[in-house]
């Protein structure tokens, strides 16, 4: 089983910038791909930017150019460089990760609040 935990939310005004972990542990060889995703309040979750195993991203319109999705495979770590914020951007921040028996296993979220 994979176990994830998010870290790194926080407070910060528009044009600043975050950087998002997603530790990995457990089954740590089973993760196909990892990913964001973002919660805001009365909305659905939607995709932000996920990254597979060897390396391929993939960004929602709405963040490209803004945010960085990277991982660490030494640390069992997923990143989320996010630049440029905007009030938009403020949610709950889900890290995922797909696993080769087909599971998606979610970690438990982190805010992020961006202020006008």
């Known amino acids: 089983q994979v176990q994830l935990v998010e870290s790194g939310g926080g407070l910060v005004q528009t044009g600043g910038s975050l950087r998002l972990s997603c530790a990995a542990s457990?089954?740590?060889?089973?993760?196909?791909?990892t990913g964001w995703y973002r919660q805001a309040p009365g909305k659905q979750r939607e995709l932000v930017a996920t990254?597979?195993?060897?390396?391929?991203?993939n960004y929602a319109d709405s963040v490209k150019g803004r945010f960085t999705i990277s991982r660490d495979n030494a640390k069992n770590t997923a990143y989320l460089q996010m630049n440029s914020l905007i009030p938009e951007d403020t949610a709950v921040y889900y890290c995922?990760?797909?696993?080769?028996?087909?599971?998606?296993?979610w970690g438990q979220g982190t805010q992020v609040t961006v202020s006008s």
């Open positions: 995922n990760a797909y696993t080769i028996l087909h599971r998606l296993i």
């Open positions: 457990g089954s740590i060889s089973s993760i196909l791909s």
């Open positions: 990254i597979t195993s060897s390396g391929t991203t």
